[in-house]
């Protein structure tokens, strides 16, 4: 099954506008950490935030913030007063406390297109 | 310096040949990674080097042969490698392989492989 689901596959906002890239994932580990990438069409993988499952505030990162509901297992992004910059490739990530420590599951990606 | 520096950028090589991706970073991280991603596929994680001792070898073809000669620097060895093996190919470290969950990984911008 599936870790990480991300259901947008190509996702559209103008800019300054407010976007919200989905994130489902899938785990009966109590302890995991989410993460959300940004990849440019350079190819380096830039990381933009990280929730843990124990932090009981949503994560904030200037512009970005996750919108965590644990018990629905999502981790969305959301990115406020979108700009041209923003257009790129995004991933969400989850690494879990057990198992093979380093090692994360990345979901498919969505990509942003920010239109002036 | 927070940067991982991956080189060559770019690479093609044919079949028979012999070449190598490195990868370095002076953060003083010390677990390093090798990612493969294909266009428009989220990164597949191939080697995790922990306290420079490899940690995670995630089945792959011996045709791709991980070297990590001391915490800074990590290398790619390749040889005989096929067309389908043409992609990004990524490099990223952090503090550590294991906990604290919240060690987000550093990308290098990757080397992008084509085999003919």
């Known amino acids: 099954a599936q870790k990480i689901t991300q259901t947008q596959p190509g996702m559209f906002v103008q800019e300054k506008e407010a976007v919200t890239l989905d994130c489902t994932y899938d785990?009966?580990?109590?302890?995991?950490?989410l993460f959300w990438y940004k990849q440019p069409s350079s190819g380096e993988m830039i990381f933009l935030i990280y929730?843990?499952?124990?932090?009981?505030q949503n994560a904030t990162e200037g512009r970005y913030s996750l919108n965590f509901q644990k018990a629905r297992k999502s981790a969305n992004l959301v990115i406020s007063a979108s700009q041209l910059g923003d257009s790129a490739m995004y991933f969400c990530?989850?690494?879990?406390?057990?198992?093979?420590?380093?090692?994360?599951?990345f979901g498919d990606g969505t990509t942003l297109t920010v239109k002036p | 310096d927070t940067e991982v520096t991956q080189t060559p950028k770019h690479l093609v090589m044919g079949m028979t040949n012999k070449k190598s991706l490195k990868c370095e970073q002076h953060?003083?991280?010390?677990?390093m990674y090798w990612y493969k991603q294909k266009a428009k596929k989220p990164p597949e994680l191939m080697f995790v080097?922990?306290?420079?001792?490899?940690?995670i070898n995630e089945s792959v073809p011996s045709r791709f042969s991980p070297e990590c000669p001391n915490s800074s620097l990590l290398n790619l060895h390749l040889h005989a490698l096929q067309p389908e093996d043409s992609a990004l190919y990524l490099c990223?470290?952090?503090?550590?392989?294991?906990?604290?969950?919240?060690?987000?990984?550093?990308f290098g911008q990757g080397t992008r492989l084509t085999v003919v």
């Open positions: 990223a470290s952090s503090p550590s392989g294991g906990l604290p969950m919240n060690t987000e990984a550093f």
């Open positions: 785990t009966s580990d109590p302890s995991y950490g």
């Open positions: 929730q843990g499952s124990y932090d009981q």
């Open positions: 990530a989850m690494r879990e406390a057990r198992g093979n420590a380093g090692k994360s599951t």
């Open positions: 953060m003083g991280h010390r677990a």
């Open positions: 080097y922990s306290y420079e001792k490899l940690s």
